[in-house]
């Protein structure tokens, strides 16, 4: 169920928010009545994203950059102010992956997600804190466990998202005084998205193995993303920031048991 919350006059930037759980968190903030602007770097992703946005709810506004081209994201917010104003709520998400042994990665490789990543995200927050409502604007960074729980196969997502979550610390620390808030979302498995299906469960054995992993014995759906979007972006979360909410049921919690049980095994 949506929480029930009016952003009827206030804009919205969704950075990514053309699929998955970016385009979840857009369709929830159209379904509560705001102006939605949505970027991404594929033209079609975004007339797509914006036919069906205009369905849902409030004015749509569609602009396509990549999040690597400082320039092309500092046009994306120019165009944006222009139709809506002052940006009220800024998610920024846009992110990359695949599994890859540290051994066999490229610098290339490693080079793609940290631009993407952690780059675009600086490049998303800079860029837009000329156009954020100041006092009152909501910044919110969609990052991953990645950020603080170490995982096979992802030495770049985890070199990068765990930069992302030290830029919400540190422009919660730069911005507060100007009335702006900062915070990340953290999603565990949701279900529905392709990151699910290429890296936590491509087999139905995976599937299996991965939901024993959650605490709540449940994955994820694109509603417990964007309620909690809803939420952080509302008067009800207004002292809130700085914070890095993880919203994957206890899955984080579930990540770290087996270090902290070999510990405790060998008397540490």
Same mark, same amino acid.
């Given at each position: ?25 857009? /369709? ?14 594929? /033209? ?50 846009? !992110? ?39 006092? *009152? ?7 991953? $466990? ?12 985890? !070199? ?16 507060? *005084? ?25 087999? $139905? ?14 994955? *994820? ?15 009800? !979360?207004?002292?809130?920031?700085? !914070?890095?909410? $993880?919203?994957? *049921? ?7 048991? $087996? ?10």
């Amino acid at each position: 169920m949506q929480m029930n919350l009016d952003f009827h006059g206030r804009h919205v930037f969704v950075f990514g928010g053309t699929t998955g759980i970016n385009f979840g968190i857009a /369709q929830a903030f159209a379904r509560q009545g705001a102006a939605v602007t949505v970027a991404s770097r594929k /033209q079609e992703n975004v007339d797509n994203a914006c036919r069906t946005l205009s369905d849902v709810g409030g004015p749509v506004h569609g602009a396509c950059a990549d999040v690597r081209d400082f320039d092309a994201v500092g046009r994306a917010f120019e165009s944006a102010v222009g139709r809506f104003g002052p940006v009220d709520v800024l998610v920024s998400g846009a !992110a990359g992956n695949f599994l890859c042994a540290a051994r066999d990665m490229s610098s290339n490789g490693f080079r793609a997600v940290v631009d993407i990543d952690l780059v675009g995200t600086f490049h998303v927050l800079r860029q837009a804190h000329a156009h954020l409502r100041k006092p *009152g604007a909501a910044v919110i960074n969609i990052t991953a $466990p990645q950020s603080f729980v170490p995982m096979r196969y992802q030495v770049h997502a985890c !070199a990068a998202k765990a930069g992302v979550d030290q830029l919400t610390r540190v422009l919660a620390l730069e911005w507060g *005084g100007e009335g702006i808030r900062v915070n990340s979302i953290s999603p565990g498995p949701i279900e529905g998205t392709e990151g699910f299906r290429k890296l936590m469960a491509p087999t $139905p054995e995976d599937h299996a193995a991965a939901r024993g992993h959650v605490p709540l014995q449940r994955f *994820g759906s694109l509603d417990d993303i964007s309620n909690l979007a809803l939420f952080l972006a509302s008067p009800y !979360a207004s002292y809130i920031s700085g !914070a890095l909410i $993880p919203c994957d *049921g206890g899955g984080a919690i579930e990540s770290v048991k $087996p270090a902290l049980e070999a510990a405790s095994q060998a008397g540490l």
